[in-house]
T-cell receptor, first 113, second 114 residues
Framework: AQTVTQSQPEMSVQEAETVTLSCTYDTSESDYYLFWYKQPPSRQMILVIRQEAYKQQNATENRFSVNFQKAAKSFSLKISDSQLGDAAMYFCAYRTSGSRLTFGEGTQLTVNP | DSGVTQTPKHLITATGQRVTLRCSPRSGDLSVYWYQQSLDQGLQFLIQYYNGEERAKGNILERFSAQQFPDLHSELNLSSLELGDSALYFC?????????????FGPGTRLLVL
């Protein structure tokens, strides 16, 4: 079974600074998709960014980018120019055939003004 | 707003009772997923439907059941409720079964069993 591990239960960053959230996963599949979801205090699950495993290029969405290392099974999220609105729980998720999402435990990000 | 709606937003009930959670997927989405988020178990996949048919089951208890109706809305039925069933229940939808399709989440139903 696939597993997703987020080793940082909590992280903090100063406003305007950069922070990196870590995620590792375990799979025997070669074709899969990785996601980062954000869960603010409202508890809504919001997609932040998506990476296809067959793509070597790291995904980028505005201030959010990933460092995808397929051989190492690592998928970290970098948030640049952090804003107060970035404060949330961040979940790394994995998806392969069968289409269910497998989530990590989450990292609670605090942004300090 | 993801376009996925869930009702009710909050539900408070007693042990032993039965409740029904409702989900309406985004317009055009055929696939519906149910997830449970609890403090001790994290975010877990429960069950998936595609165009009215059950496609996959996760860690769903036998006391729980679901269905997807011809208009594609889905219901999750929880019976003989226990304190440990208190959780946030999410519905998500996607257009198809293709892995690259993003799952869009509804706002969730917060269930409290007393």
């Amino acid at each position: 079974a696939q597993t997703v591990t987020q080793s940082q239960p909590e992280m903090s960053v100063q406003e305007a600074e950069t922070v990196t959230l870590s995620c590792t996963y375990d799979t025997s599949e070669s074709d899969y998709y990785l996601f980062w979801y954000k869960q603010p205090p409202s508890r809504q699950m919001i997609l932040v960014i998506r990476q296809e495993a067959y793509k070597q290029q790291n995904a980028t969405e505005n201030r959010f980018s990933v460092n995808f290392q397929k051989a190492a099974k690592s998928f970290s999220l970098k948030i640049s120019d952090s804003q107060l609105g970035d404060a949330a729980m961040y979940f790394c998720a994995y998806r392969t055939s069968g289409s269910r999402l497998t989530f990590g435990e989450g990292t609670q990000l605090t942004v300090n003004p | 707003d993801s376009g996925v709606t869930q009702t009710p937003k909050h539900l408070i009930t007693a042990t032993g009772q039965r409740v029904t959670l409702r989900c309406s997927p985004r317009s055009g989405d055929l696939s519906v997923y149910w997830y449970q988020q609890s403090l001790d178990q994290g975010l877990q996949f429960l069950i998936q439907y595609y165009n009215g048919e059950e496609r996959a089951k996760g860690n769903i208890l036998e006391r729980f059941s679901a269905q997807q109706f011809p208009d594609l809305h889905s219901e999750l039925n929880l019976s003989s409720l226990e304190l440990g069933d208190s959780a946030l229940y999410f519905c998500a939808s996607s257009v198809s079964l293709r892995d690259q399709e993003t799952q869009y989440f509804g706002p969730g139903t917060r269930l409290l069993v007393l």
